[in-house]
C-alpha cells in the first residue's frame, strides 16, 4: 500500500468513485484530470446521462463531461479494477430525523463484493462519529473476505463541496482527511493533493474528521435559527429585520447570516447525526435541537403570515390563488431532496389553498417523483392574489416590479400580497406602490 499514490499518479492503479450525484460526480471529473476514474452509481439512468455528456446536477457543465475521461459505470464489477475507493452516497434521515444509514451500508456491500487486496476506502458521506470503524469496516470485511489494516485499509475525508457554488469547488477548499494508520492518511493525503489545490488538513484520526464535518453545518443551522428567531421577533415589533441585519453588520466581527428556510441534504440533515449520537451517549442536545425545532417550522411561519395578510387584504382564503417562486432547496440548484419548500406547499393546503409553482431550475422528474409536484412556466402566472419568492435563482432576481405587477389579479394594490421570503427586492418600492410586502 505504501506506493499506492505513485501508481494512481502513474495511471497504473483506478480511482473508484462510488456515487455520482451532486458531490461524487465533481470528485470523480477532478481526478480524472490527474487519474484514470471509475465513477459508478447504482442509477442507470444518471449513468446514461452522463455518458451522453448531459450533466443533470449542473454542478460542472455538459462541456465537462462530454470532455472528462471518466468511465462512467452502473456495472458494480468495473470496481474490480479499482484500489483507491471513494465513498460519496446520501446519508439522509428518516421522517423521526434519525439517521438513515442505508445507502452507506449498500456502498460498502457492494464494494466490499469487488475489493481487492491492497485496497483504500475512503468515505466522504457525511456521518455520525463512529460509523467508519463500526458499522462500515464490518460489511467490508464481511462481504470482501479480506481483514481491514492488513489486506486492505480505510479512511474518512468530508465532502465540502456546496451545490450550485462556483466558488468554493473541491480544488479551491482545504481538504480534510484521515486515515485508520499512518501509512493510510499519508497515501489518502497524498492521492487528494493530487486534486485539491488549496492542500490537505491532515485530521487527527477518522472520528475526528467525521465530527469536524457534522459540526461545520450543525453550525450554520444553528445561526440561521438564530437569525430565524430574531426575524420572528423582529416582525412581531414591527421592525425591518433585513435592515437591523445590515446595521449590525457593519460592526467587524458580527457574522453574517440571514434568516430563511433550511433545507438541503446537509445544513438540515447534519444536526440530526450528531444529537443521534449523543443521545447514545446519554446526552439529550438542548442547542442543536432547538435550533432544528425553530428551522423546521419556517415554512409554517411563511404561510401563517401571507394568510394573515390575505385577511387584511380581505381576499378569501379558501382557493385563493398563491404562486411560488423556486422550490429547489437553494438558488441555483436543480436538488429538490429534503427541500423546505415543501413545508410552505404542504400548510397552504391546510387552508385550502393549491399552490402554483415555478422553478426554472429544479430537476423536473425529481420533482414529481418525490413530491408528487408539476411545474408552471413562469409566463402562466397570472391572475394571482399573492406571490411568495421562495428562491433566489438569478432569473427570479431578474423579474422587475412590472413583471410581479404583471401575475396579479386586476385589483387595487393594496389586495396584492408579495412575500419576499429571504428580502431580495426593495421592500420600500413595493409598498410605495401599496403592496402588502412581508419577508422574514
Known sequence: ??????????????????????????????????????????????????????????????????????????????????????????????????????????????????????????????????????????????????????????????????????????????????????????????????????????????????????????????????????????????????????????????????????GGHCIGVDPYYLTYKAEQTGYHSQIILSGRRINDDMGKYVVNGLVKNLIKAEVPVKNAKVAILGFAFKENCPDTRNTRVIDIVEELKEFEIDPLICDPEADVQEAKDEYGITFTDLRELKNLDAVIVAVGHNQFLKLTQEDIDSMFKEAANENKVFVDIKGLFDKKAFETQGYRYCSL
Open 1 to 262: 500500500m505504501n506506493d499506492l499514490y505513485e501508481r494512481i499518479k502513474n495511471k497504473e492503479d483506478k480511482v473508484a468513485l462510488i456515487g455520482l450525484g451532486y458531490v461524487g460526480m465533481p470528485i470523480a471529473v477532478a481526478f480524472a484530470k490527474k487519474a484514470n476514474v471509475i465513477g459508478f452509481d447504482v442509477n442507470e439512468e444518471k449513468v446514461a446521462l452522463y455518458n451522453e455528456g448531459i450533466d443533470p446536477t449542473k454542478e460542472v457543465g455538459d462541456k465537462a463531461i462530454k470532455e472528462t475521461t471518466v468511465e462512467f459505470t452502473s456495472d458494480e464489477t468495473k470496481l474490480q479494477e479499482a484500489k483507491f475507493h471513494i465513498v460519496a452516497v446520501p446519508t439522509p434521515v428518516t421522517t423521526d430525523h434519525t439517521p438513515d444509514l442505508n445507502p452507506v451500508k449498500s456502498a460498502c456491500k457492494t464494494v466490499g463484493q469487488n475489493l481487492s487486496n491492497g485496497s483504500i476506502i475512503v468515505f466522504e458521506s457525511t456521518v455520525y462519529p463512529g460509523v467508519t470503524e463500526e458499522v462500515c469496516i464490518p460489511i467490508l470485511e464481511k462481504e470482501s473476505g479480506l481483514k481491514c489494516g492488513k489486506d486492505f485499509k480505510v479512511g474518512y475525508s468530508p465532502e465540502r463541496i456546496n451545490p450550485g457554488d462556483k466558488v468554493h469547488r473541491l480544488e479551491t477548499i482545504i481538504k480534510v482527511v484521515a486515515g485508520m494508520d499512518d501509512e493510510a492518511l499519508e497515501n489518502i493525503a497524498q492521492v487528494y493533493e493530487l486534486v485539491a489545490d488549496a492542500g490537505v488538513y491532515r485530521a487527527e484520526n477518522i472520528k475526528v474528521a467525521e465530527a469536524a464535518k457534522v459540526i461545520e453545518n450543525s453550525q450554520r443551522d444553528i445561526n440561521i435559527a438564530f437569525m430565524n428567531e430574531l426575524s420572528i421577533i423582529f416582525n412581531r415589533l414591527g421592525i425591518n429585520t433585513k435592515a437591523v441585519l445590515e446595521a449590525a453588520g457593519t460592526k467587524w466581527n458580527f457574522l453574517n447570516f440571514s434568516p430563511g428556510l433550511v
